[in-house]
């Protein structure tokens, strides 16, 4: 059954007759009943399928991160999808082509300035020492977390930290597998003091172990 949500021209919550309502993000929707498919997957759906399936294989390491570090990317979207989309659109080739270049990915979108001269050096086989400039800087505070992954996209593994050092500590150190023989894409954002908004991911380059 049905139901009217906020008088007769609100909402509809239910199915009612057709149709189904439904609220997600608090927007209302309206769904007609399942047609079952009849025509050929082309040869474009299967493309997009698979580059679909690969981002979403690379990034699922990342997941804990980039929930916060895709956070509020638009009203509706945000964090996992918000990321793979990101991914999708501007670090992924063309069709029919599926690979992604490190370098071009996104792991935090958002307007917190990033700061000077952020730099990263491997301290220990099992240990990242990132450093930046402690100068202040428009739209960032003080009190901003530091934002740390490193990623190792072939054994599909990655360590990273949301709420790491404040922007003044200048320095933060991020531990990593004991593994040898390993190559780890590194990242580094910045975490509003107040945690609801971040800035744009830098990407550092590579680390060998």
């Given at each position: 059954?049905?139901?009217?949500?906020?008088?007769?021209?609100?909402?509809?919550?239910?199915?009612?007759?057709?149709?189904?309502?439904s609220t997600w993000k608090g927007i209302p929707y309206l769904k007609?009943?399942?047609?079952?498919?009849?025509?050929?997957?082309?040869?474009?759906?299967?493309?997009?399928?698979?580059?679909?399936?690969?981002?979403?294989?690379?990034?699922?390491?990342?997941?804990?991160?980039?929930?916060?570090?895709?956070?509020?990317?638009?009203?509706?979207?945000?964090?996992?999808?918000?990321?793979?989309?990101?991914?999708?659109?501007?670090?992924?080739?063309?069709?029919?082509?599926?690979?992604?270049?490190?370098?071009?990915?996104?792991?935090?979108?958002?307007?917190?300035?990033?700061?000077?001269?952020?730099?990263?050096?491997?301290?220990?086989?099992?240990?990242?020492?990132?450093?930046?400039?402690?100068?202040?800087?428009?739209?960032?505070?003080?009190?901003?977390?530091?934002?740390?992954?490193?990623?190792?996209?072939?054994?599909?593994?990655?360590?990273?930290?949301?709420?790491?050092?404040?922007?003044?500590?200048?320095?933060?150190?991020?531990?990593?597998?004991?593994?040898?023989?390993?190559?780890?894409?590194?990242?580094?954002?910045?975490?509003?003091?107040?945690?609801?908004?971040?800035?744009?991911?830098?990407?550092?380059?590579?680390?060998?172990?």
């Open positions: 059954m049905g139901k009217y949500l906020e008088g007769v021209n609100g909402a509809i919550t239910g199915k009612v007759g057709k149709v189904s309502g007609g009943p399942y047609k079952k498919r009849t025509k050929s997957i082309s040869k474009d759906e299967v493309a997009n399928r698979s580059r679909f399936s690969v981002a979403h294989y690379w990034l699922k390491p990342l997941l804990g991160f980039v929930r916060e570090g895709f956070r509020g990317y638009t009203p509706t979207v945000e964090g996992f999808l918000a990321a793979k989309s990101y991914l999708m659109h501007n670090a992924m080739g063309e069709k029919p082509h599926a690979t992604i270049d490190p370098a071009l990915v996104l792991l935090s979108y958002g307007d917190v300035s990033m700061s000077e001269d952020v730099a990263v050096c491997l301290n220990s086989d099992d240990e990242l020492t990132f450093t930046w400039s402690t100068k202040s800087v428009k739209n960032g505070h003080a009190r901003d977390q530091a934002m740390m992954v490193a990623y190792d996209v072939e054994n599909n593994e990655a360590f990273y930290a949301t709420l790491g050092q404040f922007r003044s500590a200048g320095t933060d150190k991020l531990e990593i597998g004991r593994n040898k023989g390993i190559t780890y894409h590194v990242y580094f954002a910045f975490c509003s003091a107040d945690r609801t908004s971040q800035s744009n991911s830098i990407y550092l380059g590579e680390v060998f172990v």
